[in-house]
């Protein structure tokens, strides 16, 4: 047999254009370089500094996205990991060699094409023989594939491994920098969707630390970003046959961002960043009202002072019993202070659900806004709360009541100082009430340590480029906006308005007035602002961030929405819950989300999903219930055992009872079903446990079942009980059930999605309540097949 001669012929290429001031230059003596072929490269060119010396993250941004298409959300991930690794704590810059560590920042055992420190003592010198065995996988070949690549990478790792023996380090940390450094390569020198990279751009990158621009190449006109290289990197490790390091995970945290072990208001206080004259808390309608940074720490000392001057101790709970207040912040870290708990009401509770607050969250004072104070002096009386310990949230005080502004009588205290992640993790600062899976709302403990990583991981992990003015309009008693509204601003030197509360007009008319930047946005406002004339009267093109959560928006609405919006703003919808302390997951800025995603985990978060039986089930594209487990998840319910032993299990993991996937191609995750019932009426939610057990102490109901049924009205749901009389009760009417709910309830917590009785509920073998039966009854009712079922 004759032997066949195969002739590859490469793609005829014209060299492209190289940018002016942009040509290739080797480094020459003085200049620095480091492990990483492409920013090397990006020097050579001088893209970034020649001398690769004084990387700011504002230059490294320009030239990755100049040079290369690279992405903001990467240039500050490296780049903060870059300022890390200069030995100067205070330091903004970085030199590229000072990212020659060993294993820190990127540098890493397994390089593509640089020894390991145990054989020589270089690591960040360009070694052929190494690059020769990842060449190996692309001989006679014009492209460079996902698969070739992945082999390539896959067999580097191999072969390290079994010459460093037991020094090689490989673990989580190590396989996402070794499969994003082939990532990066094949999305820079290719195609950022397909990874294919022609293999003379790839060597030329490696080989030369130079650009191709002479074969043709130009930087491609798809950003790479975090999302598309995550996309890639997952491809990439499919392709192999790798078994995951030992503690790594689909679900493992894909980022680690450092969260500092201080108490907040040292973390706030001890090293501000910004000036502490300037206004923080700003009246929205009275703007000439404000509190600076140094006001505000004046009144937190002076509130601690009075605290203990009343007499209480580290620990002692004060709730806060108002509509949206300029002095709300400041009370809320006031209560800090002293070293006690805060907790906050909703102003729409009638006594019976105050009084279950109040003792569910041990309240030993309370502050309460003038026209709430009839139903706070009935609750404290069932609960025996003395007349002394309720402060009026005004001037003078009333109904033979203190005014809240007697707590600065008392001189100035400071507050107590720590710095240790124990002491951080344990100290609750806050009890703030989750709607809770069975029975009445629970008292979520969430520490000093869960709201500070909340601001570094939302507020810093990809900061925004303009200085955000924020409007408070939603409620603050909730996890929604706490984190962002009482902690951020003392941090950030951020301005905050303060609105007392929503009004379609109102929130437009204030957003233009004061230019606010970011929005949060539930699908109630989305409706009203969407579909009145008003959006047209005023403006919200100052919004350039803006955020959906509570519920999803379909995708009409968000593209209305983001008609009325900044013309760069991206809007993308937000997950998190009381128990994660806000936010869980985001798109981080400056991308956009059209699919009703809730993006990804915040950094330092793990996550599983689990099947009805608790079993794992972690992998891409399975629906299961979402755990988590990180820096912001609390740490339990307060004196709750039963709870907290229901819905954490034994590796740490909070069980959300929200059902999710994980897209295998985007990486992104998606919240498609509440295993816990939740209702969401109106943006808030309201748990069936509460509403049933509040309607089986009704003397005439035997059973009960709540759900929540669609109502186009108000784009979200309304509560529906079923309602089985008890024997010889059947005079029972619906008039009856709605008043003694309405007695008893917040307003959107009553029965406005209907009454309807029955003879029995539908139940499983065991007793369960069959809800699901419950809601196909109703969703056949909705369609006009409704049946008498008595």
Request: proline share 7%.
């Given at each position: 047999m004759k032997s066949v001669q195969v002739l590859v012929f490469a793609p005829l290429a014209w060299a492209a254009a190289v940018p002016a001031g942009h040509a290739y230059k080797a480094p020459g003596a003085g200049d620095v370089r480091s492990p990483c072929p492409g920013l090397n490269s990006l020097a050579n060119h001088g893209f970034i500094p020649r001398n690769g010396k004084g990387m700011t993250l504002a230059v490294l941004n320009q030239g990755l996205k100049d040079g290369m298409n690279v992405g903001t959300d990467f240039t500050i991930a490296i780049g903060g990991l870059g300022i890390q690794a200069n030995p100067n704590p205070l330091a903004t810059s970085f030199d590229l060699n000072q990212l020659d560590q060993h294993n820190f920042p990127i540098e890493h055992d397994g390089s593509l094409s640089r020894q390991d420190i145990y054989e020589s003592g270089n690591d960040y010198s360009f070694n052929q023989d190494k690059w020769n065995q990842v060449l190996a996988y692309f001989q006679g070949k014009t492209t460079a594939t996902i698969k070739d690549a992945s082999l390539a990478r896959y067999n580097r790792i191999k072969t390290q491994r079994a010459i460093d023996g037991d020094k090689f380090i490989y673990g989580a940390r190590q396989l996402v920098l070794s499969t994003g450094e082939t990532a990066l390569y094949l999305s820079t020198m290719g195609n950022p969707t397909t990874g294919d990279a022609p293999v003379s751009y790839v060597k030329s990158l490696f080989e030369k630390e130079r650009l191709p621009y002479e074969l043709g190449w130009t930087k491609p006109t798809q950003e790479t970003n975090l999302m598309s290289l995550g996309a890639m990197v997952l491809q990439i490790e499919a392709a192999n046959p790798e078994v995951l390091p030992?503690?790594?995970?689909?679900?493992?945290?894909?980022?680690?961002?450092?969260?500092?072990?201080?108490?907040?208001?040292?973390?706030?206080?001890?090293?501000?960043?910004?000036?502490?004259?300037?206004?923080?808390?700003?009246?929205?309608?009275?703007?000439?009202?404000?509190?600076?940074?140094?006001?505000?720490?004046?009144?937190?000392?002076?509130?601690?002072?009075?605290?203990?001057?009343?007499?209480?101790?580290?620990?002692?709970?004060?709730?806060?019993?108002?509509?949206?207040?300029?002095?709300?912040?400041?009370?809320?870290?006031?209560?800090?202070?002293?070293?006690?708990?805060?907790?906050?009401?909703?102003?729409a509770y009638q006594a019976f659900e105050l009084a279950h607050h109040f003792r569910a969250a041990k309240v030993q004072v309370v502050i309460a806004e003038p026209d709430l104070l009839a139903h706070v002096v009935s609750a404290a009386k069932e609960v025996g709360t003395p007349a002394a310990r309720i402060f009026v949230f005004d001037k003078k005080g009333q109904q033979g009541l203190q005014s809240w502004q007697r707590l600065f009588d008392h001189g100035e205290s400071d507050w107590p100082r720590f710095d240790d992640l124990e002491t951080?993790?344990?100290?609750?600062?806050?009890?703030?009430?989750?709607?809770?899976?069975?029975?009445?709302?629970?008292?979520?403990?969430?520490?000093?340590?869960?709201?500070?990583?909340?601001?570094?991981?939302?507020?810093?992990?990809?900061?925004?480029?303009?200085?955000?003015?924020?409007?408070?309009?939603?409620?603050?008693?909730?996890?929604?906006?706490?984190?962002?509204?009482?902690?951020?601003?003392?941090?950030?030197?951020?301005?905050?308005?303060?609105?007392?509360?929503?009004?379609?007009?109102?929130?437009?008319?204030?957003?233009?007035?004061?230019?606010?930047?970011?929005?949060a946005f539930v699908p109630p406002m989305v409706t009203a602002i969407i579909n009145s004339p008003l959006s047209k009267k005023y403006s919200l093109k100052s919004i350039r961030l803006a955020h959906g959560g509570a519920a999803p928006l379909d995708a009409w609405q968000q593209a209305k929405l983001k008609e009325l919006l900044h013309p760069d703003c991206p809007f993308a919808q937000v997950w998190g819950m009381t128990e994660t302390c806000c936010t869980a997951s985001m798109t981080p800025w400056p991308h956009d989300e059209p699919t009703g995603s809730v993006g990804q985990l915040l950094p330092n978060m793990d996550a599983k999903l689990v099947d009805d039986d608790g079993k794992d089930i972690t992998g891409f594209n399975v629906r299961g219930e979402l755990c988590v487990r990180g820096p912001i998840v609390i740490q339990g319910y307060f004196e709750n055992p039963e709870a907290n032993a229901r819905d954490w299990d034994v590796d740490g993991y909070f069980h959300t009872g929200d059902i999710a996937y994980r897209d295998g191609k985007t990486t992104r995750w998606y919240i498609v079903d509440r295993k816990k019932e939740l209702i969401k009426v109106r943006g808030f939610q309201v748990a069936p446990t509460e509403l049933e057990a509040v309607l089986y102490e009704h003397p005439k109901i035997a059973d009960v079942g709540v759900i929540g049924t669609p109502d186009k009205s108000i784009d979200g749901e309304l509560p529906r009980a079923y309602v089985v009389p008890k024997p010889g009760c059947e005079d029972l009417t619906q008039e009856d059930v709605n008043g003694y709910v309405a007695e008893r309830l917040a307003k959107y917590k009553r029965l406005d999605g209907g009454v309807v009785f029955l003879k029995e509920l539908p139940k499983t073998a065991s007793g369960k309540k069959l809800k699901r039966t419950l809601r196909e009854w109703a969703a056949e009712e909705r369609k006009g097949d409704s049946r008498a079922k008595l």
């Open positions: 030992e503690g790594l995970s689909l679900g493992a945290a894909e980022e680690h961002f450092p969260i500092p072990t201080k108490d907040i208001l040292s973390y706030y206080f001890d090293e501000p960043q910004y000036d502490l004259d300037k206004p923080l808390y700003i009246d929205a309608e009275e703007p000439g009202r404000y509190y600076t940074g140094r006001q505000c720490k004046k009144a937190i000392r002076q509130l601690a002072a009075g605290f203990k001057a009343n007499g209480l101790v580290k620990g002692d709970c004060v709730c806060i019993h108002s509509f949206n207040n300029l002095d709300y912040p400041v009370l809320v870290n006031g209560i800090a202070g002293f070293g006690g708990v805060y907790t906050g009401s909703n102003p951080a993790k344990n100290t609750t600062i806050a009890r703030l009430f989750s709607s809770g899976t069975t029975g009445l709302p629970k008292a979520a403990m969430l520490s000093h340590h869960n709201f500070i990583a909340q601001h570094r991981l939302f507020c810093e992990w990809t900061p925004t480029p303009w200085q955000s003015k924020r409007l408070a309009i939603l409620p603050m008693f909730h996890v929604a906006t706490a984190p962002l509204c009482h902690y951020t601003p003392l941090r950030s030197g951020e301005e905050m308005f303060i609105a007392k509360r929503f009004d379609i007009e109102t929130y437009l008319r204030l957003v233009e007035k004061h230019q606010i930047t970011e929005g």
